[in-house]
């Protein structure tokens, strides 16, 4: 009935608007889930009772906008309830755990809403003035990076102002606010939910274009790092500011093209005038560089790619622990087989390196085949390192992209080879990944998505096993709107905090998809899947498995 509801109320004319919103546009999005968490956990006291500590998650977000053209409204409200986590013992209540955290006072147990995001925009001939919450990134995102990167469930804004103003062929632009952290996970577990940890964030960028041949571009960025949550005078940060910021990043940025060559390049000095923020290092030069190199010499596509960052994750290694990272540069790394070991060279506060990515576009584009070769030096230890001595990275990857009239094949292997300076051995990555969508019988297509890797340790004061992972996602799609997915991962990964379904090491799991129109999108799934890291845009956070069901419906207006 309630997909019926939901197909057929599209097709109602809405009444006119009149007065202020008669011009205006108006659109949003409305998503629910519900997830059913299987425990195994038992009590002492109910030594029958295997399912116990199940427990039932809803979570929703809704999304509004209102476009006038010259004006725009948005907003975006979050919530959590926890029906059914709790059990009785002695006839008194008992919750398993509390969804309320440091800092929230909430009125109803279990449950938490929030007016997570909210804006007014203003626009203009010569730019537009923003209020309220905004992402923003400098430059490649060295000296700041606040974006929505729903790949790893990350959603930080900064609450404040945001102004761009473009004048010929000058561009400004300044944002000032408090980190808006996103409170409710829309794709993971919520367990105590705490207030923003209200950091200030002041940033100026300047931009010139058609400077001769380059467009050149020049960035300030401080912050006033809060210690605790502070929910009663969030703008206090400003006051502290005026006495001493806690960091400073400046720097600049240029492309150009020369010598039939694509180049960029950017430099950010840091300063770190709060000692906290070195955890107990050297004051010493702090600093990243990134540039790149792109040029088409026939069919081919060549990019040349370098870094050097000094001290540029001390500040994340704060922030990580809230969910997300404030200053993110380019990684370089193939993003797709990030291990717990290799995280930290993705994290490095010491590191250089580059890689050269060769491509070859055959039958107009359609079959591309691809060469990569990544070569860095980590110098740092301790911290996430495994290792106790520097280490030099290889990792050559390899591929071919192929685009035909039925058929889609996207395949990648490669081989990562950490060799350390002292001689105890070297950590060793094989993998390979593949996406195939095919035809089927009729009005059915198929869809293959496969990944595999095995990891071989070096030697380590605290050993762990050699592992292998895989996972397995194999989909038939009807033109009825219907996707019928089945999962299956293994892995015998001893730092992976989850357990499968099948076996310990094997997890399955199954979905159904529907899409009445293109409005609508239902998702059932039954199953669980494992635990690991995921990285996404030079970010990594460590995602927990799942073992349950769950349904989910998406709206868009």
Request: proline share 4%; glycine share 12%.
């Amino acid at each position: 009935m309630l997909l019926t509801m939901l197909g057929t109320a599209f097709a109602q004319d809405l009444p006119e608007a009149e007065g202020p919103l008669a011009a205006a546009s108006t659109a949003g999005s409305f998503q629910t889930e519900g997830r059913y968490y299987f425990s195994d956990q038992t009590h002492p006291d109910f030594p029958d009772e295997t399912r116990l500590y199940d427990y039932i998650e809803v979570v929703g977000r809704v999304n509004l906008l209102a476009d006038g053209g010259a004006w725009q409204v948005g907003l975006q409200a979050d919530g959590v309830g926890l029906p059914q986590s709790w059990y009785y013992l002695d006839d008194e209540k008992v919750y398993e755990f509390s969804l309320h955290g440091e800092g929230v006072d909430f009125p109803v147990q279990q449950s938490y809403a929030n007016l997570e995001k909210s804006w007014v925009t203003a626009r203009a001939n010569w730019g537009e003035v923003q209020i309220g919450d905004a992402y923003t990134s400098f430059g490649r995102g060295l000296a700041l990076n606040l974006v929505k990167n729903t790949d790893i469930d990350v959603d930080t804004s900064i609450k404040g102002a945001k102004a761009y103003a473009s004048f010929g062929d000058w561009d400004l632009q300044l944002v000032t606010g408090l980190v808006n952290q996103q409170q409710v996970q829309q794709y993971n577990p919520n367990r105590q939910i705490r207030g923003n940890k209200n950091h200030m964030v002041t940033g100026l960028r300047f931009d010139r274009y058609a400077l001769g041949p380059a467009n050149v571009g020049a960035h300030a960025v401080v912050l006033e790092m809060a210690e605790d949550v502070d929910a009663n005078s969030p703008w206090g940060r400003y006051g502290e500011a005026a006495d001493g910021i806690d960091m400073a990043v400046a720097g600049a940025t240029a492309e150009f093209y020369a010598g039939g060559v694509d180049w960029f390049v950017e430099g950010d000095w840091y300063e770190y005038n709060d000692p906290a923020l070195l955890a107990g290092r050297e004051d010493e030069p702090s600093y990243g560089v990134y540039g790149s190199a792109s040029f088409y010499p026939g069919n081919l596509a060549i990019l040349v790619e370098g870094k050097r960052y000094k001290n540029t994750e001390l500040v994340n290694a704060i922030t990580t622990g809230e969910g997300y990272e404030l200053m993110v540069g380019p990684s370089l790394e193939y993003e797709r087989v990030i291990t717990e070991d290799s995280s930290a060279a993705v994290n490095s506060n010491d590191v250089y390196g580059g890689r050269v990515r060769t491509s070859l576009s055959l039958k107009k584009g359609k079959v591309i085949p691809f060469v990569a070769v990544g070569a860095y030096r980590d110098l740092e230890l301790g911290g996430l390192h495994f290792n106790r001595a520097p280490e030099t990275i290889v990792h050559p990857v390899m591929g071919i992209d192929f685009q035909g009239a039925h058929q889609q094949l996207i395949l990648n292997t490669g081989y990562r080879y950490d060799l350390r300076d002292d001689g105890f051995g070297a950590d060793r990555l094989a993998h390979i990944d593949a996406t195939w969508a095919f035809p089927l019988v009729g009005p059915f297509h198929g869809e293959l998505i496969v990944d595999a890797y095995k990891f071989q340790w070096g030697d380590n004061e605290n050993q762990q096993h050699d592992f292998v992972t895989s996972s397995l996602s194999a989909a038939v799609l009807t033109e009825g709107g219907w996707v019928f997915v089945v999962y299956q991962d293994y892995t015998d990964d001893p730092l992976v905090n989850s357990s499968g379904n099948i076996t310990d090491s094997v997890y399955l799991a199954g979905e159904a998809q529907y899409q009445p129109t293109d409005r609508v999108t239902v998702k059932g799934f039954y199953g669980a899947y494992k635990a690991g890291i995921r990285c996404a845009g030079g970010q990594c956070r460590r995602l927990p498995g799942f073992e349950g069901a769950r349904l989910s419906c998406a709206v868009t207006f």
